[in-house]
Protein backbone atom coordinates (compact mmCIF):
# COMPACT_ATOMS: atom_id res chain seq x y z
CA UNK A 1 0.00 0.00 0.00
CA UNK A 2 1.33 3.27 -1.15
CA UNK A 3 2.29 6.41 1.70
CA UNK A 4 -0.07 8.70 -0.54
CA UNK A 5 -3.05 7.71 -2.25
CA UNK A 6 -4.73 7.89 -5.36
CA UNK A 7 -7.41 6.90 -7.91
CA UNK A 8 -6.12 3.92 -10.00
CA UNK A 9 -7.59 5.25 -13.12
CA UNK A 10 -9.45 8.67 -14.91
CA UNK A 11 -10.14 9.19 -17.81
CA UNK A 12 -11.36 12.59 -19.68
CA UNK A 13 -12.16 13.34 -23.49
CA UNK A 14 -10.37 15.71 -26.11
CA UNK A 15 -10.19 19.41 -24.72
CA UNK A 16 -11.76 18.38 -21.44
CA UNK A 17 -10.06 19.23 -18.58
CA UNK A 18 -9.19 17.19 -15.57
CA UNK A 19 -7.98 16.74 -11.84
CA UNK A 20 -5.82 14.11 -10.29
CA UNK A 21 -5.79 13.96 -6.51
CA UNK A 22 -3.62 12.76 -4.15
CA UNK A 23 -4.13 12.42 -0.41
CA UNK A 24 -1.48 12.02 2.34
CA UNK A 25 -1.45 12.61 5.87
CA UNK A 26 -0.05 15.34 8.24
CA UNK A 27 3.54 14.06 7.91
CA UNK A 28 3.72 14.86 4.09
CA UNK A 29 0.97 16.92 2.29
CA UNK A 30 -0.34 18.53 5.22
CA UNK A 31 3.09 20.06 6.71
CA UNK A 32 5.61 20.15 3.48
CA UNK A 33 5.14 22.39 -0.27
CA UNK A 34 6.70 19.69 -1.64
CA UNK A 35 4.74 17.58 -3.55
CA UNK A 36 5.49 16.90 -7.26
CA UNK A 37 3.96 15.16 -9.97
CA UNK A 38 5.11 12.98 -12.67
CA UNK A 39 3.91 11.52 -16.44
CA UNK A 40 5.12 8.31 -17.42
CA UNK A 41 4.30 6.90 -20.86
CA UNK A 42 4.98 3.20 -21.17
CA UNK A 43 8.35 2.16 -21.41
CA UNK A 44 9.66 5.34 -20.60
CA UNK A 45 11.33 7.15 -17.56
CA UNK A 46 9.10 9.34 -15.05
CA UNK A 47 9.27 13.13 -16.54
CA UNK A 48 8.66 15.93 -13.48
CA UNK A 49 6.03 18.11 -14.72
CA UNK A 50 5.06 19.87 -11.36
CA UNK A 51 7.30 20.70 -8.29
CA UNK A 52 6.67 22.35 -5.11
CA UNK A 53 2.41 22.03 -5.32
CA UNK A 54 2.73 24.32 -8.12
CA UNK A 55 5.64 25.14 -9.82
CA UNK A 56 6.51 23.94 -13.45
CA UNK A 57 9.71 23.37 -14.91
CA UNK A 58 11.21 24.28 -17.91
CA UNK A 59 9.53 22.85 -21.18
CA UNK A 60 6.36 21.51 -19.46
CA UNK A 61 3.26 22.66 -20.87
CA UNK A 62 0.87 25.87 -18.97
CA UNK A 63 -2.22 22.89 -19.58
CA UNK A 64 -0.15 21.49 -16.34
CA UNK A 65 -1.35 23.08 -13.31
CA UNK A 66 -1.16 22.03 -9.51
CA UNK A 67 -2.61 22.70 -6.02
CA UNK A 68 -2.94 21.82 -2.90
CA UNK A 69 -5.37 21.86 -0.16
CA UNK A 70 -4.87 20.53 3.27
CA UNK A 71 -3.51 16.68 3.17
CA UNK A 72 -4.52 16.35 -0.19
CA UNK A 73 -2.68 17.75 -3.75
CA UNK A 74 -4.29 17.95 -7.31
CA UNK A 75 -2.81 17.91 -10.73
CA UNK A 76 -5.22 19.21 -13.19
CA UNK A 77 -4.80 19.37 -17.34
CA UNK A 78 -7.04 21.55 -18.79
CA UNK A 79 -7.77 20.85 -23.02
CA UNK A 80 -6.95 17.11 -22.45
CA UNK A 81 -4.81 15.73 -25.92
CA UNK A 82 -4.28 12.20 -26.86
CA UNK A 83 -0.86 12.27 -25.89
CA UNK A 84 -1.52 13.34 -22.31
CA UNK A 85 -2.72 9.64 -21.42
CA UNK A 86 0.22 8.21 -19.26
CA UNK A 87 0.53 7.27 -15.79
CA UNK A 88 0.70 9.85 -13.25
CA UNK A 89 2.54 9.77 -9.48
CA UNK A 90 2.09 12.14 -7.23
CA UNK A 91 5.14 12.41 -4.77
CA UNK A 92 5.93 14.06 -1.41
CA UNK A 93 8.79 14.28 0.94
CA UNK A 94 7.60 13.51 4.78
CA UNK A 95 9.22 13.78 7.91
CA UNK A 96 8.73 9.86 8.55
CA UNK A 97 11.80 7.08 8.48
CA UNK A 98 10.21 7.27 4.40
CA UNK A 99 11.76 9.97 4.12
CA UNK A 100 10.08 10.68 -0.04
CA UNK A 101 6.85 8.90 -0.63
CA UNK A 102 4.97 8.23 -4.06
CA UNK A 103 1.44 7.46 -4.87
CA UNK A 104 0.18 4.56 -6.31
CA UNK A 105 -0.39 5.90 -9.77
CA UNK A 106 -3.23 7.06 -11.41
CA UNK A 107 -3.96 5.98 -15.35
CA UNK A 108 -5.30 8.57 -17.74
CA UNK A 109 -7.01 7.19 -20.44
CA UNK A 110 -8.22 9.74 -23.00
CA UNK A 111 -11.26 8.87 -24.73
CA UNK B 1 23.30 17.27 -22.61
CA UNK B 2 22.28 17.14 -19.42
CA UNK B 3 21.67 13.30 -18.86
CA UNK B 4 22.16 10.61 -16.18
CA UNK B 5 23.25 6.38 -17.32
CA UNK B 6 22.57 3.95 -15.38
CA UNK B 7 24.31 -0.01 -15.32
CA UNK B 8 25.18 -2.99 -13.24
CA UNK B 9 21.56 -4.50 -13.57
CA UNK B 10 21.58 -8.43 -14.35
CA UNK B 11 20.37 -11.26 -13.29
CA UNK B 12 21.18 -12.63 -9.36
CA UNK B 13 19.65 -15.21 -7.31
CA UNK B 14 18.44 -14.52 -3.96
CA UNK B 15 20.97 -13.24 -1.05
CA UNK B 16 23.38 -12.37 -4.08
CA UNK B 17 24.71 -8.42 -4.42
CA UNK B 18 24.80 -6.34 -6.94
CA UNK B 19 26.42 -2.36 -7.78
CA UNK B 20 24.21 -0.27 -9.44
CA UNK B 21 26.05 3.01 -11.04
CA UNK B 22 24.93 6.29 -12.29
CA UNK B 23 26.96 8.53 -14.87
CA UNK B 24 25.95 12.08 -14.55
CA UNK B 25 26.79 14.76 -17.30
CA UNK B 26 25.84 17.88 -18.40
CA UNK B 27 25.40 19.56 -14.77
CA UNK B 28 27.52 20.52 -11.94
CA UNK B 29 26.74 16.69 -10.24
CA UNK B 30 28.72 17.59 -6.92
CA UNK B 31 25.55 20.34 -6.14
CA UNK B 32 22.76 18.18 -6.06
CA UNK B 33 21.77 15.13 -4.32
CA UNK B 34 20.69 12.03 -6.08
CA UNK B 35 18.27 9.48 -5.10
CA UNK B 36 17.40 6.15 -6.83
CA UNK B 37 13.90 5.09 -7.27
CA UNK B 38 12.69 1.55 -8.63
CA UNK B 39 9.34 0.59 -10.68
CA UNK B 40 8.74 -2.96 -10.16
CA UNK B 41 6.71 -4.82 -12.85
CA UNK B 42 3.68 -3.53 -13.65
CA UNK B 43 3.63 -1.49 -10.48
CA UNK B 44 3.93 1.95 -9.23
CA UNK B 45 7.23 4.00 -8.29
CA UNK B 46 9.15 3.33 -4.91
CA UNK B 47 11.68 5.97 -4.09
CA UNK B 48 14.87 3.87 -2.69
CA UNK B 49 17.61 5.75 -1.82
CA UNK B 50 18.82 9.39 -1.35
CA UNK B 51 22.50 10.78 -0.62
CA UNK B 52 23.31 14.77 -0.30
CA UNK B 53 25.27 16.75 -2.49
CA UNK B 54 28.31 15.75 -0.67
CA UNK B 55 27.23 12.56 0.49
CA UNK B 56 27.14 13.61 4.38
CA UNK B 57 23.60 12.36 4.55
CA UNK B 58 22.20 8.96 3.24
CA UNK B 59 18.13 7.50 3.58
CA UNK B 60 16.79 4.44 2.67
CA UNK B 61 13.50 3.04 2.66
CA UNK B 62 12.31 0.88 4.97
CA UNK B 63 12.70 -2.46 2.91
CA UNK B 64 16.15 -1.66 2.28
CA UNK B 65 17.89 -0.46 5.48
CA UNK B 66 20.76 -2.34 6.31
CA UNK B 67 20.99 -4.24 3.11
CA UNK B 68 21.28 -1.26 0.18
CA UNK B 69 23.92 1.01 0.91
CA UNK B 70 24.01 4.75 -1.63
CA UNK B 71 27.36 6.42 -2.63
CA UNK B 72 28.93 9.06 -5.08
CA UNK B 73 32.41 9.91 -6.60
CA UNK B 74 32.08 13.42 -6.94
CA UNK B 75 34.96 13.21 -8.87
CA UNK B 76 33.76 10.78 -10.78
CA UNK B 77 29.95 12.44 -11.55
CA UNK B 78 28.72 9.05 -10.61
CA UNK B 79 26.64 7.87 -7.87
CA UNK B 80 26.52 3.80 -6.99
CA UNK B 81 23.84 1.58 -5.05
CA UNK B 82 25.24 -1.32 -3.48
CA UNK B 83 22.67 -3.95 -3.23
CA UNK B 84 23.47 -6.89 -0.67
CA UNK B 85 21.21 -9.91 0.46
CA UNK B 86 18.79 -9.40 -2.64
CA UNK B 87 15.18 -10.67 -2.27
CA UNK B 88 13.28 -11.70 -4.93
CA UNK B 89 10.69 -8.53 -4.32
CA UNK B 90 13.97 -6.19 -5.00
CA UNK B 91 13.00 -6.96 -8.74
CA UNK B 92 12.66 -3.91 -10.54
CA UNK B 93 13.75 -0.96 -13.02
CA UNK B 94 16.20 1.06 -10.97
CA UNK B 95 16.32 4.76 -11.97
CA UNK B 96 18.63 7.25 -10.32
CA UNK B 97 17.13 10.62 -10.73
CA UNK B 98 18.62 14.03 -9.61
CA UNK B 99 16.97 16.82 -7.00
CA UNK B 100 15.56 19.73 -8.40
CA UNK B 101 17.34 21.88 -5.36
CA UNK B 102 20.88 22.80 -5.53
CA UNK B 103 22.59 22.03 -1.93
CA UNK B 104 19.49 20.34 -0.68
CA UNK B 105 16.82 18.20 -1.09
CA UNK B 106 13.11 18.42 -1.81
CA UNK B 107 12.05 15.07 -3.06
CA UNK B 108 11.21 16.54 -6.77
CA UNK B 109 13.31 14.82 -9.34
CA UNK B 110 13.80 16.74 -12.83
CA UNK B 111 15.97 14.44 -14.44
CA UNK B 112 16.03 10.80 -14.57
CA UNK B 113 17.73 8.00 -16.54
CA UNK B 114 16.98 5.54 -18.73
CA UNK B 115 17.04 2.57 -15.60
CA UNK B 116 18.49 -0.69 -15.04
CA UNK B 117 16.48 -3.43 -14.75
CA UNK B 118 17.30 -6.17 -11.92
CA UNK B 119 15.75 -9.52 -11.54
CA UNK B 120 16.34 -11.64 -8.41
CA UNK B 121 15.21 -14.98 -9.09
CA UNK B 122 16.78 -18.32 -8.40
Known amino acids: QSALTQPASVSGSPGQSITFSCTGTNSDLGSYNLVSWYQQHPGKAPKLMIY???KRPSGVSNRFSGSKSGNTASLTISGLRAEDEADYYC???????????FGGGTKLTVL | QVQLVESGGGVVQPGGSLRLSCAASGFTFSSYGMHWVRQAPGKGLEWVAF????????YYVDSVKGRFTISRDNSKNTVYLQMNSLRVEDTAVYHCAKDITIFGVSGAFDIWGQGTTVTVSS
Open chain 1, 52 to 54: EVS
Open chain 1, 91 to 101: CSYTSSDTFVV
Open chain 2, 51 to 58: VRYDGSKK
